[in-house]
């Protein structure tokens, strides 16, 4: 993707109009075709592509090949161009696999049991990169795709008893399932382009927006030509916002395809925004650390380099949303077994039988509604996170911090036994992808308003005392002192009797740990990680001093029961406790 320090791109996907849906279908078919046969014909020159990396990707393919399938020169730069890109993608992660390869080892394996089959063993894999990047002093970005490839070798493992030798063995042949062409690989708007998009916006209260949208592609009989009249696609408002003072730069065309196997094509508007200037570390004074909590998705709580706590506590509880979306996958799950049971009874009947046809139409209507569950389900998730992201930058601005430190993503484990273990576990897994989300969305939006943004392993930021730093126990309740539990909700340190609720403790470690990055960016310009043991991590104070959150107080008391969960307010008068199912224009206004 071009860009560059100071750009960022972002990407609105927009589906075509009715009208161009079959031509555009087409010229992705041809564009496929064409595509996977360079694909496949490059392949053996991947680590020329790891290598030479000069000019636009279009370029690189051209000087090895030349179009299998010639549907003009514009055409096959965008093909190129498409394949260009993959290629290049594909070569880094090569390289990260070179990385891993001397690594890789059975200890990534959980052996099979009776009755779990072998799986991938999480703990040891983040382990073992943590050591490896801190060899490397790289960023948590290639954490991600470090920990991409060694779970992608653990599945072949998985498969063949074996890790794989060399990348090639790992990755088959990258060939596109579904339609792909970039637009970029046309550079300049001289005559003989492959597209044509203009943009018409007209001023008023709510400003309006309508692309104007030409390309070219083959018709029925093949034959490549022009689409006579452009095609007007609607533009979301979040586009022409981002247009007024980012740029365009050429859309991709792509084929989504769904779950009922229906393909549509969608334009993907590409818009290049500044991004805002990170701060100098020499002005940095606030950091506002995250923790994804066992009992709230997220706890965040802000931090000067002094060690003193700013404000309250913020914790994002999401009991009313995890309950509604296990009520959808329990809703899918009856679905599914209706299904099944419509099939079996189809099958039973002979083949002539007439009955036979009102089974399949009702499956196909179930099918629909299973559909339709997910596409809800999958919604929900993206708007809780997006409000969650929102919120943290908003936090973070409040109190005026630059820095948010936040806790990687890590495995979640099973709390509970018994009854409702299923249940649990999947809110747990769909609590992963949640996480997955917010922490992809927090490290785009910081880069667009100036935030900086780090992540900080999570190990034994429970189970540490904010206020002393000496290991710390975690009980069930602050009353319940009798029997240490692991995931228990309250932290009480026996060295200095601190107290407080376990994911607010965490937060605040994770911010102690922010300020020792901070710390050491300031005083020697880089930082290596630092455990929450580590002497350079320090102990935090709470004065109450710059309490001056916008957030309303929950009330004069403390509250201290909230839909029948209790809020623990220790240390100061009230703790604000929002729930995410709020709409979001009503959150906002309710932080001030
Ligand atoms: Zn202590």
């Given at each position: 993707m071009r860009s560059s320090r100071t750009q960022q791109p972002v990407t609105y996907d927009v589906r075509l109009p009715d009208e161009a849906q079959a031509d555009a279908l087409r010229l992705l078919d041809a564009s496929r075709s064409v595509v996977n046969e360079a694909l496949t014909f490059l392949w053996p020159s991947l680590d020329d592509f790891g290598t030479e990396r000069v000019g636009p990707a279009w370029k690189q393919v051209g000087m090895y090949?030349?179009?299998?399938?010639?549907h003009g020169e514009r055409q096959w730069r965008c093909e190129s161009e498409t394949v260009g890109r993959i290629l290049r993608a594909q070569a880094e992660r090569k390289k990260a696999f070179d990385l891993i390869h001397p690594i890789l080892s059975d200890g990534f394996i959980r052996p099979k049991t009776a009755t779990r089959p072998a799986g991938k063993?999480?703990?040891?894999?983040?382990e073992a990169i943590t050591a490896l990047q801190t060899s490397l002093e790289q960023d948590e970005t290639s954490f991600v795709e470090l920990q991409n490839v060694i779970e992608q070798a653990c599945n072949y493992f998985l498969h063949h008893d074996r890790f794989p030798l060399t990348y090639e063995e790992l990755q088959p042949l990258p060939l596109l399932s579904v339609g792909l062409l970039t637009y970029a690989g046309d550079d300049g708007g001289a005559k003989g382009q492959a597209y044509r998009l203009a943009i018409e916006i007209e001023e008023g209260q709510e400003p309006k927006g309508t692309a104007r949208f030409r390309f070219r592609y083959p018709d029925e009989q093949g034959v490549w030509q022009w689409r006579k009249a452009d095609t007007l696609i609607p533009l979301p408002n979040v586009v022409i916002e981002r247009l007024k003072t980012g740029t365009l730069l050429a859309p991709t065309l792509r084929e989504e395809r769904k779950a009922d196997g229906k393909r549509i094509a969608v334009?993907?508007?590409?818009?290049?925004?500044?991004?805002?200037?990170?701060?100098?570390?020499?002005?940095?004074?606030?950091?506002?650390?995250?923790?994804?909590g066992i009992h709230t998705l997220l706890t965040a709580t802000a931090l000067d380099t002094h060690h003193q706590q700013v404000g309250r506590p913020f914790f994002l509880e999401t009991g009313g949303f995890d309950g509604k979306q296990a009520r959808t996958r329990r809703q899918i799950d009856e679905l599914k077994k209706k299904v099944a049971a419509y099939e079996q009874a189809r099958e039973a009947l002979p083949a002539q039988d007439s009955k036979r046809r009102w089974y399949t139409e009702q499956m196909r209507m179930l099918r629909r509604e299973i559909d339709r569950c997910w596409r809800k389900y999958e919604q929900r998730n993206r708007a809780l996170a997006h409000l969650a992201s929102n919120v943290l930058l908003l936090l973070a601005r409040v109190h005026g911090c630059s820095l948010l430190s936040m806790e990687s993503l890590k495995t979640l484990k099973t709390t509970g036994r018994g009854k409702g273990v299923q249940g649990r576990w999947r809110n747990y897994r769909n609590n992963a992808t949640i996480r997955g989300e917010i922490w992809r969305l927090l490290r785009y939006k910081c880069h667009l308003i100036g935030l900086r943004f780090h992540t900080e392993q999570p190990r034994g930021t429970s189970h540490t005392c904010p206020q002393c730093g000496k290991a710390a126990k975690t009980y069930r309740?602050?009353?319940?002192?009798?029997?240490?539990?692991?995931?228990?909700?309250?932290?009480?340190c026996e060295a200095?009797?601190?107290?407080?609720?376990?994911?607010?403790?965490?937060?605040?470690?994770?911010a102690r740990l922010g300020v020792a990055y901070l710390v050491q960016m300031k005083t020697v310009g880089k930082a290596r990680p630092c455990s929450i043991t580590d002497p350079r991590v320090k102990p935090v104070s709470y004065t109450g001093?710059?309490?001056?959150?916008?957030?309303?107080?929950t009330g004069i008391n403390p509250a201290r029961h909230v839909r029948g969960k209790i809020c623990y307010c220790p240390g100061w008068l009230s703790s604000a406790f929002l729930q995410s199912s709020q709409p979001k224009a009503v959150f906002l206004r309710l932080c001030g």
């Open positions: 090949t030349e179009s299998p399938q010639y063993k999480r703990s040891a894999i983040t334009l993907d508007f590409i818009v290049e925004v500044e991004k805002a200037e990170l701060p100098p570390w020499e002005a940095m004074e606030r950091i506002l650390g995250a923790d994804w309740s602050p009353t319940d002192r009798n029997e240490a539990v692991n995931w228990g909700r309250w932290l009480w200095c009797g601190f107290n407080g609720d376990r994911d607010y403790c965490a937060s605040l470690n994770i001093a710059g309490s001056v959150l916008l957030l309303p107080p």
